[in-house]
């Protein structure tokens, strides 16, 4: 009687979450391939019956329903009658032009999932599939990818420049530092703020190349000069600059590499000015938020010493060095981001 009522209590395991994460990659798969065929363009314009999408796209017919099938359940695409049309977050985010596309993102995945499928062999020996912190590397990863990124920092990097106080006027001549630069959506940010802002902006060779097309296309090139060197190797000129952006960079090095790097910032800064570090960080307890567990292991299989950190450690970091009020800055983004200040006098 008791182990029939027992029974009776106990909950019954189904296998579908396990299988929902077996084939987590092919709503991927689905998503690069409808990019790569440009299919939410195409749809951006107008309802489109699959007969039309297929010669758009240079497609068969039933292949192409299959896909569009597929859209459906993610919710990107919707089907009324005999057309199909994009769903509202599709025609933000996936229709090429737009400042808010995000169809660039989704190609480098192709990229990225080879080394999410060594972590095993990266656990096992200890080595990285490859290390994004090895400037040779980054350079021709990166390179290609940088302007693609844009869309994703940029939103984020305009809330923090109209609302982080800096300590000098908005209309006073302000020298801003972007390390690391890329396509410069954090210095694009601030230039846009203050309009006596001149930036300067360093980077690897090929990345500084896409990263000047794209500051001429926001019409900013007049207030960039642009440095191609390694940012850990560069000689930075002393107390030079009042503003320092470092966004989206330490994650990838070690944390040696990372105080040295700080350190000598923190030698170019002027007195009063301010150093700002964006990152994807964890929560205090380090047992979240989920995108911080997942670019951590990121950062496991493409770095070789590369990690994700706390705040609370960066803010240490800033502090040993001698910066004043290293705290957390809020903004409308999933990441705070960490500024400290320089004091006054020497």
Known sequence: MTASLSGHKEQKLLPQMILDMNYAFARTAMLVASVRL???????????????????????????????KGLEGLELVKREGDTYRLTPIADLFLVEGKSSYLGGDTLAMVDYVPAWFELDRTMRVAAPYRDLGDQTTA?????PRVVDLFPLVFPIASRTAADLPLRRPKDAPLQVLDVGAGSGPWSAAFAMQYPNAYVTALDLSEVVAEGKQHILAQGLEHRYTWIEADMETFAFPPLAYDLILCGHIYRFIGDERAKALLTRLMQSLRPGGTLLVADVFYSDDRNGPPPA????????VNTAQGRIRTVGEIVHWLTEIGLQDAQRFHVAGPFPVVVAHKGESL
């Open 38 to 68: 440009r299919v939410f363009t195409h749809l951006a314009e107008k309802a489109l019956t699959s007969v039309e999408l297929a010669s758009l796209t240079g497609t068969h017919q039933e292949p192409l329903e299959r896909l569009l």
């Open 139 to 143: 350079e021709a990863f990166f390179a």
């Open 293 to 300: 567990i997942t670019l951590d292991l990121s950062m496991l």
